[in-house]
């Protein structure tokens, strides 16, 4: 009885495992052709944290991007399962132009 239990917890433990890797590339995924439409450079994807909100767990994601190629800034995915409920950036600044 003690093996068919840790072979089960083996499995679950592997089955969250593959869960976890899965919503990370897909948040990569979805991030890249977010950037690409939005015409960002996007640097990094990691997860930041769990949070259960209104019992669901919900993963933060945070990303690293560019819109300008000098700058870096900080935005936010939001993902319930393999779902996007939420991504926010920051109000970009554009350089000052020079006088003419």
């Known amino acids: 009885m003690t093996e068919l ?7 679950l433990l592997g089955a969250g ?3 976890v890797r899965r919503q990370s590339e897909f948040a990569r995924h979805w991030l890249e052709r977010y950037c690409r439409r939005q015409q960002f450079q996007l640097l990094s994807v990691y997860r930041y944290r769990y949070v ?3 019992g ?14 000098l700058q870096h800034n900080e935005g936010d995915l939001w993902l319930q399962g393999l779902k996007v409920l939420d991504v926010s950036v920051p109000v970009l600044r554009e350089p000052p132009s020079p006088m003419l």
């Open 52 to 54: 259960w909100k209104k």
């Open 56 to 69: 669901r767990l919900l993963a933060r994601f945070r990303f690293e991007f560019s819109h300008d190629g």
């Open 5 to 11: 239990l840790g072979l089960l917890a083996i499995c």
């Open 17 to 19: 495992y593959w869960q």
